[in-house]
Structure formats: C-alpha cells, structure tokens
C-alpha cells in the first residue's frame, strides 16, 4: 500500500512546476486507522503543467488547478487507488508558504475564509504542514531543507496568537446582545469561533501546530496550559447553547467565565 503511494509521490514530483511531494495528515503522524486516507501535499512553484497532472491521475479523475478549491486550499484530486484506498492531493504554492512563515516570523498570521473550515483557514497551517510532515519525493531538497528550517516554533507567532484571546472577550460581548435578543445562531457561532481563538492559543502556548479544527478540542483540552475542565465546559457549551434569552444569556456567562480561565492560565504559563 505504502509502496503504491511512494511511486505516485515520484510521479508527481517529475511534473513540471512540482517541487516535491509530502505525506500529511494522520498518516503523517502515526495516528492512523487502516482506512485512513493518504493525504499528500504536491508542493508547486509558478509554471505547474496541469496537464501533466491529469496525466498521472489517470482517466476519469477530476484535477483542480490552483484557486479551483478556495483561496487558501488551492486545488488537487480526490483518487480511489487500488491497493491503496483514498489518496488526496493537495496542492500548495511553496512560495505563498516561504512568505507566510516569514509572516509567522515577525508574529503575523491570517485567518481567511475557505469551504471545508468551519472557523476559518488560518495561515500558519502552511508552515505547521511542512513542519509536521513527511518528505516522499524531493529531487531537489527544497522540501527537506524547510521541513529542517521550520521545526522550530517562532516565538513571534506563539505570542501573537495567545495576544489574539482578546477576541474571544470580545466575541461574548457580541453574544450578550444577541443572547438578549434571543438570537441563538448568533449566540452559537460567537461560542465556536470563541472557543476556536481559546485552541488555538493553547496550541501555540505548548509551542505546537495547530493544522485544522479536526480533533483540536481534544487535544487542546490535554495540553499543560489548558484550565481545570477546559474540555468538558468548552463542549457543554457548544452542544447546547440554549433557547431564549435567558437560557442563551446563562451560556454566554459561563463562556466568559471559561475566557477568564483560560487567560489567566496562559499568562501564569
């Protein structure tokens, strides 16, 4: 099965424009269920000959060029391989991704609007990528070299992002009026995106890469910065926020409370 994959990786790294290919996901680390996907990142430089894409896909396999899937997931394949199962390409412009580590660098990150991620895209995911996964085919070095550059968690961003719990206070305020109003699917978005900001703060408190909202609550709620019970209060939250202003308000309340919690552990942290 791996072997299949490994020559696919090969393949793609010879298509013009494509600079290498990386093993992402869980099979990436090692926390993989046998009918796991295999997600690969085709890392691409200007000059990509989408032809020669559709080539190694294969007849019948829609390939997406760059922008096709949303501004910050550029593009790719969805494949059924046989001996292999699902294989997901994944394009990424190497460039965009030197530029947003230099961001990352200097404390800078973007949180953008794209399908497939309910609380938005947010950009140090690029960098976390090629940090957390693994090189299959590299002709140049250029994945190897980074993936060696980019281990290290800049301090800039991890202080960036534990500043940026401001907006989680902020959210709730929102929340009280809508909460008032009995607005809850006001009051229900401020609480994801609320606690989405908290996750990612903790992530970047333990100095580790944050790739997307899949599985964060749980493992956040695991890291040393998190508060007693940031878990179980955060879910009690989301799953049932309430119907009518008074109920909403009580929710929005204990929020804040789990705010304040989780600001004042990251900076005794």
Not at 69 to 97: Q, Y
Not at 100 to 105: H, I, K, P
Not at 240 to 253: I, N, Q
């Amino acid at each position: 099965m791996r072997t299949i994959v490994e020559a696919m990786a090969g393949r793609l790294a010879a298509v013009p424009g494509v600079v290498g290919v990386m093993l992402g996901g869980s099979r990436a680390r090692g926390e993989h269920r046998p009918d796991s996907d295999w997600d690969l990142g085709v890392y691409y430089r200007a000059g990509l000959d989408q032809d020669a894409l559709r080539a190694v896909a294969g007849p019948g396999v829609e390939v997406t060029g760059p922008g096709g899937w949303g501004p910050w997931v550029d593009g790719g394949a969805w494949l059924t391989v046989e001996g292999a199962g699902r294989v997901d390409w994944i394009l990424r412009d190497l460039d965009r991704v030197d530029r947003v580590r230099a961001d990352c660098l200097a404390g800078r990150y973007e949180v953008g609007i794209q399908a497939g991620h309910p609380l938005g895209f947010w950009s140090p995911c690029y960098v976390g990528e090629l940090a957390l996964g693994e090189v299959l085919a590299d002709p140049s070095g250029a994945l190897t070299e980074r993936r060696a550059a980019y281990g290290a968690y800049p301090e800039p961003l991890r202080a960036a992002l534990i500043g940026g719990t401001w907006e989680a206070g902020f959210l709730l305020d929102g929340a009280a009026k809508g909460a008032v109003r009995g607005d809850t699917l006001y009051v229900a978005l401020c609480l994801s995106r609320a606690v989405g900001v908290l996750v990612q703060a903790l992530y970047a408190a333990d100095r580790r890469w944050c790739l997307n909202e899949k599985g964060a609550l749980a493992v956040a709620e695991a890291l040393p910065g998190a508060p007693d019970g940031f878990g179980p209060r955060a879910r009690a939250l989301l799953a049932a926020p309430g119907d009518g202003p008074a109920a909403l308000t009580a929710t929005v309340d204990a929020a804040r409370a789990l705010v304040d919690d989780t600001v004042a552990a990251l900076r005794s942290g």
